[in-house]
């Protein structure tokens, strides 16, 4: 099997254990310990502790009538009046209102973003139903789920030369976000590069943590080693590739999104690798985020400007 095929069939594996939150993303780091105990590949386990939602119940009501949606609130209540906001691109305050939220760019439920207020997410043939009634009412009733998280840490742990960072766990399908990022690391890991550290990074999408809620796995691995993150060349995290041609992000927006370290020094040293385009926005924290939507060609580009990042 090439290098390509091992890519797709790495992606493949974990994209049916989507959604890879809570019992699933375990299982999926249990996969990948298989895999590098194949490889010949060591690795430690950092264990720590989370909280995951649960919503109990979630309903949104315009006109009397059923609309349909998807919780995306981590603090229970009710929402009324037509606070409907685009998930993707979202102000500090929105964060604590409570809120209606599509995805302009899609036509699934796209879980973009969560807030600390109630709210719940719709389809975007929805809006307008939204935009037209004369009184909506919504509801949502979450509550803090205790989950054991983990981080897998493969290959040199004393003195890397550089540490490569994915994250393993997905909001729903996650082909693109971010098993691709994650099969990426394996298929490295996998040739016996002696001066690096892999991190499969469990619980990155959600956390009940403050003022990010998102990138807790990162923040844990860097609480304990960040000296070893001082000391290393470069760090360099993949999330997102193969559905277009590789870039760094620049955006120190995105690169926030991506990478919400603690220390801003070494925040500012990482390096971000993921597509260059924006066919993710449609299938953003969706369903609909498939392995149909990579392509080979573009896994082989990312896979070489990993490489050469890594000389």
């Known amino acids: 099997m090439d290098r390509t095929a091992r890519l797709m069939d790495s992606i493949r594996m974990l994209e049916r254990l989507g959604p890879r ?24 386990i950092q264990q720590f ?20 949606c998807m919780p995306t609130a981590l603090r229970s209540g009710g929402i009324s009046s037509k606070p409907l906001i685009s998930s ?11 809120n209606i939220n599509f995805n302009p760019y899609s036509d699934a439920f796209s879980l973009a973003t969560f807030y600390r207020a109630p709210s719940l997410t719709i389809k975007r043939k929805d809006v307008r139903r939204i935009i037209d ?8 009733r979450v509550t803090k789920l205790p989950h054991r998280c983990e981080n897998i840490m493969a290959g040199n ?24 990022g994650t099969a990426m690391l394996l298929e490295l890991a996998s040739e016996g590069r002696k001066d690096t550290l892999f991190l499969f990074s469990g619980c990155e999408e959600m956390s009940f943590d403050e003022p990010i809620y998102w990138g807790r796995g990162y923040r844990v691995f860097e609480e304990q080693y960040k000296g070893l ?18 870039s760094l992000i620049e ?29 993710w926005r449609p299938i953003y924290h969706s369903m609909e985020d498939r392995i149909g939507l990579i392509k080979g060609r573009y896994l082989e580009e990312s896979y070489r400007m990993v490489s050469g990042l890594m000389k």
């Open 21 to 44: 939150r809570g019992k699933r993303e375990l299982e999926a780091g249990r996969i990948l310990k298989r895999k590098l105990a194949s490889y010949g590949v060591d690795f430690q």
């Open 49 to 68: 502790r989370n909280h995951l939602p649960h919503f109990s119940s979630f309903s949104l009501m315009a006109d009397g009538d059923s609309v349909e």
């Open 88 to 98: 993707m691109s979202v102000s500090g305050r929105y964060y604590e209102e409570p």
């Open 133 to 140: 009634a004369r009184s909506v009412e919504g509801r949502v």
């Open 157 to 180: 742990l004393k003195n890397p030369r550089h540490i490569l960072i994915s994250h393993t766990d997905s909001v729903l399908g996650g082909a693109l976000d971010n098993a691709s």
């Open 229 to 246: 993150m001082e000391r290393a060349k470069r760090t360099i995290v993949v999330d997102m590739v193969g559905s277009n041609s590789p």
């Open 251 to 279: 955006d120190k927006r995105i690169r926030m999104s991506a990478f919400p370290i603690k220390s801003q020094r070494l925040w500012e040293r990482a390096l971000i690798m993921s597509t260059g385009g924006d066919e």
